[in-house]
């Protein structure tokens, strides 16, 4: 297959530009968002209420976004969510000014950052089905996993860039013109959205009942066995293995590194990812998908033992970076996966289901760790997080022989057949 079949399309590398804008502001938000929290309070467990603070909207919304996704058209949807992020940056920006925080209380500051992010939640649970929803109607099927996997790569370099600029910035101009920073490029993304075209809805039942609509998607994906056990594979272990949320207290407290050196832990995962997804787009993931992914994941948890465990920062970033380049692994067979299996008029019900098994976890896992990090000490969290991902592969590939011989190559081959 041509590598950059995908890229020979105006529209999807209009797409790249606009997800790479929004990812990059995303990422670097929460970073700054992060440290500007714990500075403030020297608490892991303000560190995991950030993480709850997203979550709880972004899971309890996700269902009904994906019905209102298949219900819409896609790219003008896309320019609400991605001005929805716009106003919370500003307001982030504004709580950020140094005559506020002389005229405010600290813990009003902080109240008003958790609502925030609480908003940045429902934005959220609408962006990530509406994107993917849209992929599918710039290139055709046959180039699903082509796109699918530009679209992560594209993905994981924003995450490289994000937090890495984020740590630099703090210490060059700081957490205030860090936030205006952040709503710029999510302005530049807004802007760039305009030139790609509105599209047709594929969705044959406009205007079907919400929980009708809800329970067909939720059927889907529980009964497709190939989509269910991605899902749940990469929720648990990204729920029990994710450290990323307790960074702060390594770079600060453990390392002692500063904030450019937590910008260098922050962006290595992603750094790993992005390299492993730049590979695969001429070394192509689809075939013994399930055996991949198992393998993928259980890296992942001996990457987070390493990490827990080292006093060293290179030997740290040297883990993070690994864990990233298994997780890159991972996360473009779920994506392939998805793309591949889903039908057009469920995709965003589909991708919200997916949001609240992985996307979602991400902040349970944030919150998890930060409630780990109080009870058991920080590095006995990770590790204890590292070893609960590894019991999770073992027990996905016992119990489920069929997704252990998961082989997407006669989908690919269908799709083909079928253009």
Known sequence: MDPYAALRYKEFNIFLLVRFAMVFAWSMQFIVIEWQVYSMTKDPLSLGIIGLMEVIPAVSMALFAGHIVDQKEKRNLLIKCILGFSVISFGLFMLSWPSMEDKLETKTILYGIYFLVFLGGIVRSFLGPTIFSLIALIVPKKIYPNAATWSSTTWQLASVLGPALAGFSISWIGV??????????????????????????????????????????????????????????????????????????????????????????????????????????????????????????????????????????????????????????????????????TPDNMRGRVASVNSMFVGSSNELGAFESGVTAKLMGT??????????????????????PSFRKLDLQKDIDEHEANE
């Open 176 to 341: 205030h013109w860090s936030m205006c920073l952040i709503f710029g490029f999510s302005i530049m993304a807004l802007i760039s959205l305009f030139q790609i075209s509105t599209k047709p809805i594929l969705n044959p039942k406009i205007g079907e009942p919400v929980f009708e609509s809800l329970r067909e998607g939720l059927r889907f994906v529980f009964s497709t066995k190939a989509v269910f056990g991605a899902l749940t594979l990469d929720m648990i272990a990204v729920l029990f293995g994710g450290a990323v949320a307790l960074l702060p207290i390594f770079a600060q407290d453990i390392l002692h590194v500063g904030s450019e050196g937590f910008g260098v832990l922050r962006a290595a995962p992603a750094v790993g990812a992005a390299l492993t997804m730049l590979g695969s787009t001429r070394f192509p993931l689809h075939k013994n998908a399930g055996k991949k992914l198992l393998f993928a994941v259980f890296g992942f948890g001996l990457c987070m033992i390493v990490f827990g465990l080292s006093t060293y920062f290179w030997l740290s970033v040297i883990a993070l970076f690994l864990s990233g380049a298994v997780d890159g692994v991972s996360m473009i067979i779920r994506q392939t996966i998805l793309q591949l299996k």
């Open 379 to 400: 590095v006995t969290a990770v590790v204890f997080g590292g070893a609960m991902t590894l019991i999770t592969v073992g027990t996905t590939a016992i119990v489920s």
